[in-house]
């Protein structure tokens, strides 16, 4: 039986009550909408870029606590990083909330081991990851929307 | 026969005695994550009492022919049974003859068809279609491909603040251009219960034809269409208890013989030459191709068991559950519902004041507690109210007191873990 308090760790809380970045950075230059069409999360996700390196993020949007808390930590995460880094934290984010990462790799992602409990819950995963998924989008740059039931 | 003598049907005369109705539902006695489930998703889709599955095993089993087409001794039965399961239909609906039951896939289905048939063939440019702002999408969405086809307008009557459409304001939207009024007899995203026969009444008096959305109304009421006065009366099994992928559509058999056919194929045809296809008569006419049979089947079982139940004597258990459930959630802070019509069923559409409905359904889903979180494919209404999503407990006659003390304890433990 799944249990309720590693779904809702403390920090997940913290960060769908008081989400950090929850602005449009200065001097953005990427920008990308995702919106998940089963609960109605939407998100519009900003970067600003240099050199191919994440310098400022932010977003803007509502949704449940695990997307929210979700997008918040996501925009900590990837500032400073590279594009590629950013997709590659993405695939290890995946495989963690789909149940794919053992104990050695969820260590590897900091703060957002904190999502593991998402593997518990199927239908939550799409919460979880939807502000990624909206971060390749922006890192991509072909602007249209991103919707989870693709 | 398939059909299994329910203890709960038997003691039809005495009061309601849940745990004995409850007994001729088998997955109501289940554990889930270690609580025993609390089901309060029935507007969704109902669990089926013990006739129901008897009456699929016994066609798989014994009877499984194709209909009104073997000589044969099964499909003979197979299509005795059929054609039994559409009398008991009729008798549910309390309609004037058999031919006017046309098995469909369900409501969806149903309003596609009217949409498809009678509206294609009935609507011009500058036509209007009446809906109210509280419908299903599917409700919706059928009318609006109608209108893109025809150049027919979709006008819609608004909802006031209780969730209810006001008289007034129904009258105000029809006009003499009104060639077709559709709308919901209860709204599954807030439990409104409309006056429909009343509503029916005006748009006849505009020229309007009238099809009543009845996937709510069909598990939770007695009807008889003859005193809605309805044109066109749709619901799904699988709301009422039966199974999956069956449905109704009654349709008054004079405006069914003007319609042209839906689907074209086998069962639908008198005759057919490569010059010239004569049509069934109807119902079959709407039938095309080999219908779910199995469904039904196990449609006619489960308005068999509601007959023996007493629709009446379900709806006024439900209406204590509505009171009870209104008094036990009110009390509770922070958590509110839309929809406070004067009329309403069991149905509460819960906003927890800063807490997602997603993160709700899934705190009370540890419980064992089953509500849907979502739109409830009703999206115009949720903007109406301003809230993206509710959590939606629904109750049927089957649920109990204790089950919603259960809902009220689940709520105050996600106000807990959400500290709010
Ligand atoms: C009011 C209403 N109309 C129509 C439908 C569609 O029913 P079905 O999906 O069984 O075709 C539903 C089901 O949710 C409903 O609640």
């Not at chain 1, 590693?6 to 995702?34: C, M, S, T, W």
């Not at chain 2, 049979?293 to 449609?299: C, M």
Request: hydrophobic residues 45%; contains cysteine; charged residues 20%.
């Amino acid at each position: 039986m799944p249990e309720l308090d590693e779904l809702y760790q403390e920090l997940i809380l913290d960060h769908a009550k008081r989400p950090r970045n929850f602005r449009v950075p200065e001097g953005a230059d990427r920008r990308a909408e995702g919106f998940n069409r089963l609960c109605g999360d939407r998100i519009t996700l900003f970067l600003r870029l240099e050199d191919g390196v994440v310098r400022d993020a932010g977003f803007q949007g509502a949704g449940c606590a695990i997307f929210t808390a979700s997008a918040s930590l996501l925009t900590e995460a990837v500032k400073g990083k590279s594009e590629q880094q950013a997709e590659d934290l993405f695939r290890r984010f995946h495989a963690l909330v789909t149940g794919h990462a053992d104990q050695a790799q969820a260590e590897t992602l900091g703060k957002l081991a904190a999502f593991g409990g998402v593997s518990a819950y199927p239908v939550r995963v799409k919460c979880a990851s939807l502000a990624w998924h909206t971060l390749k989008a922006a890192l991509s740059g072909d602007g249209a929307p991103v919707s989870t039931e693709e | 026969m398939a059909n299994v003598v329910s203890i709960a049907a038997a003691a039809a005369s005495l009061p309601w005695d849940v745990e004995v109705v409850r007994a001729d539902f088998p997955a109501l006695a289940q554990l889930v994550n270690g609580h025993p489930l609390v089901y309060l998703d029935n507007a969704a889709t109902g669990q089926k009492p013990r006739a129901v599955l008897a009456a699929l095993d016994n066609y798989y089993q014994r009877d499984c022919g194709n209909i009104h087409r073997s000589v044969h001794q099964l499909g003979e039965r197979a299509t005795e049974a059929y054609e039994r399961a559409r009398r008991t239909a009729q008798a549910f609906l309390g309609a004037a003859e058999p031919r006017e039951i046309v098995f469909t896939r369900g409501t969806t289905e149903a309003i596609n068809l009217v949409a498809a048939t009678y509206g294609a063939a009935n609507l011009r440019a500058g036509d209007e279609i009446l809906l109210t702002g509280m419908e299903h999408h599917s409700n919706i969405v059928p009318w609006q491909l109608l209108a893109e086809r025809t150049g027919a307008r979709v006008k819609v009557a608004q909802v006031n603040d209780r969730g209810e459409v006001e008289m007034e304001e129904f009258e105000r939207q029809l006009s003499p251009r009104t060639k077709i009024a559709a709308f919901g007899h209860i709204s599954n995203a807030l439990g409104t219960v409309n006056p429909v026969a009343e509503w029916t009444q005006r748009a006849h008096a505009a020229g309007a034809v009238v099809l009543v959305d009845g996937a709510q109304s069909a598990p939770h009421l007695p009807i008889q269409v003859s005193a809605l006065g309805c044109d066109f009366f749709a619901f799904s099994g699988h709301k009422v208890f039966g199974p999956t992928g069956i449905g109704v559509l009654w349709g008054r058999a004079e405006l069914l013989e003007a319609m042209p056919p839906y689907q074209g194929g086998g069962d639908m045809i008198a005759s057919v030459s490569f010059e010239r296809t004569t049509y069934n008569r109807i119902p079959y006419k709407f039938e095309a191709g080999t219908p779910h049979i199995a469904g039904a089947i196990g449609l006619g079982a489960a308005l068999e068991y509601l007959q023996a139940l007493g629709m009446a004597r379900a709806a006024a258990y439900e209406q204590d559950l509505a009171s009870y459930g209104a008094e036990r959630l009110a009390a509770l802070p922070g958590v509110r519902w839309i929809g406070q019509a004067r009329e309403r069923t069991a149905v509460f559409s819960l906003v927890v004041e800063g807490v997602h409905p997603h993160d709700v359904a899934t705190v009370l889903d540890t419980e064992g507690i089953a509500v849907r979180a979502g739109h409830h494919c009703a999206q115009p209404i949720m903007d109406r109210f301003g809230v993206p999503a509710t959590t939606r407990a629904s109750l049927a006659f089957y649920n109990t007191r204790g089950e919603v003390d259960r809902l009220a304890e689940g709520l105050e433990k996600v106000r807990r873990i959400f500290q709010c």
